[in-house]
């Protein structure tokens, strides 16, 4: 799949849509869900959600 793959793009939507979903709520689980969803369909998770700030390889 490439980065211009419509598909690819869509399913990137979804996942950005219900995460930021799941942030609003505070729904622990159902990110989790998307972040296995996302392995699954083998998309790197930085491309929907942020990094949690205490697993940040920046260390900011």
Known sequence: ???A????QALIASLRSRFAEALRSGDAEAKKALFK???????????????PSDQDPAGS
């Open 5 to 8: 793959d419509p598909r690819q």
């Open 37 to 51: 969803e996302a392995v699954y369909l083998g998309i790197q998770p930085d491309l929907f959600g942020p990094i």
């Open 1 to 3: 799949m490439t980065a």
